[in-house]
């Protein structure tokens, strides 16, 4: 059976981001907590960074399309 992937929103990604930074800067974690939390941080900037190289691929298809 195929796995249904969770639609990715990069909107989402940035708004977890930033709320991971607030409470990163306002509250006081464990080095543990903090470490997880850089960790998921990461993870998101990973996925942003792979859905722009996505489109910039699909930007290059279209364009040599058009050509």
Known sequence: MEEKKEKFSMEQAYEQLDALLADMEENEHSLSETFSMYEKGLK??????DEIDHIEKQLVILEEGAE
Not at 44 to 49: F, S, V
């Open 44 to 49: 998101l900037i990973k996925r942003c960074n």
